[in-house]
Structures are given as C-alpha cells and as structure tokens.
C-alpha cells in the first residue's frame, strides 16, 4: 500500500510462524528501490509485481536489509530479471542454508501425514540462494531522480542489518532492527553485537522519521515509533545485563 508521496509498504508475506515479513519500495522519477525480496521466489514475484505497477517505466534497484533468508529468499526472481541486488558486504549465504531452513519448517509442521508430504517446502519452490551483486562497505544515497533513499548501517541484529532512509518522506525502511510488537532475535547475540544494536537503535531515533516500516509486525507511525524504539532498548538492556552475567 502506498504510505507516503514516494514510499510503498508490502505486509504480510509469507514466512514462518508467528511471523510474517514486510518489503516495501521507494519510486522515483527515473527508478524503483525495493527493500527486502521476500522469503521466496513466489513472494519476489508478487513484490516485484507491486513495484513494477507504481511506475512501469523505472528502472528497478533491489537492496537488502540483512543476510537472513526471509529477506533475501527472493533475490533469485529478481536477478533473473536482470535486476541488480545491493546488501552489506558480509551477506553470504549458500544454498544449503536454504535447504536446512525448510527442513526446520517442515518439521515444525504437527500433522505427520503434511509433513511426510513435505509441504514445508512448497512455498519454496524455485527459490535458490542468491547474494547481492552489489555490495556495499560504507553509508550511501541513491538517487532516485526527485527522491533520495539514504542507505544507513544500523548493525546488531545482525553484523549486516541496514536500514533505507527516505527523507523527503519522513519514512523509514528498517528492516529487523525495530519490529512491532514481536521480540527481538536475541538469540545470536554477543554483547558486541548487542551494544551495537543500541548504537542503531539511537541513530534511528535521531532520525526525523513519522512512518517506520519494521521487518516484521505492522507499520508503525509517529508517537509509536519511538515506543517501539525504547520497548526494543529494553529488551536489549536486559539481555546485555544476563549475559554479562554468564560472563563474569
């Protein structure tokens, strides 16, 4: 749905439970900056289809949030429309990543008879891991043409989270460094990479930002994002004081 002059959010698409996942897109006057290519080449397909109907005539950029496959399963769709794919330099997956995640998803299917069929993996069908073909080292602007997306490292979640920053709009494409609602990935986390996560989480807030598109949840707007902000920082406060803990 459009949110703002430039700016689309995509809800909703397919994931794992409880989670769905959220892509969206920036259109300029010369070209389209899609955020995120869903979890699969079925959920690119109906991405790209979004972002192909708002300006027909643009020429179409792909840039992902982070390296996890929810946001990235459906760059192989895009590439195979000759659509050049941005994402942090340290994004590298192998197709046995993918492979590993749809056994894990079939699995957590209860009915034995579905799981035998292996329906986990239907919704995957076609997709293949493909990395970024542009990556990028350091913050940087594209021009859109009219409208500028600011591409900002905001690190933690992961070591390759980035977050698109459309000014003009006062919209912000985060990715999974705030969600709504859902809690964290704290999982991964090692106190390096959670004190980064604050770091992102105070850049965001500096931002003037009045609609926040999260990785996962609902869109949030203006007084709610800086409530999801604080509600993520103490999740995060707490998990650094428990694994400080483990530590000592």
Not at 13 to 21: A, F, G, M, N, R
Not at 34 to 60: C, F, L, Q, W
Request: charged share 25%.
């Amino acid at each position: 749905m459009k949110i703002a002059n430039n700016c689309f959010a995509i809800t909703g698409l397919y994931c794992v439970t409880p989670h769905s996942v959220n892509a969206g897109f920036i259109v300029g006057d010369k070209k389209t900056l899609v955020i995120d290519s869903g979890s699969s080449y079925i959920s690119a397909r109906t991405v790209y289809g979004y972002a192909k109907t708002a300006k027909p005539g643009n020429e179409m950029m792909v840039i992902n949030t982070e390296k996890h496959l929810d946001h990235i399963g459906g760059n192989g769709f895009f590439r195979e429309n000759n659509v050049d794919i941005f994402g942090h330099y340290l994004v590298n997956r192998k197709q046995e990543d993918l492979e590993n995640w749809i056994v894990e998803i079939n699995r957590g299917i209860p009915e034995e008879m579905r799981r035998h069929a292996n329906e986990g993996a239907i919704a995957f069908e076609k997709t293949e891991i493909v990395n970024p073909n542009c990556k990028l080292e350091k913050e940087v602007d594209f021009d859109l043409g009219g409208t500028t997306a600011k591409v900002l490292m905001t690190t933690g979640h992961t070591d390759t989270n980035i977050s698109i920053y459309c000014e003009q709009d006062k919209v912000l494409y985060c990715g999974d460094c705030v969600l709504q609602g859902y809690l964290p990935n704290i999982e991964e986390g090692n106190i390096k990479m959670l004190n980064s996560w604050m770091k992102s989480l105070e850049k965001i807030a500096e931002l003037k930002v009045d609609i926040l598109v999260p990785g996962h949840g609902d869109i949030i707007y203006k007084k709610d994002i800086m409530k999801e902000n604080q509600r993520m920082r103490k999740i995060l406060t707490d998990k650094i004081k428990v694994t400080s803990k483990r530590n000592d």
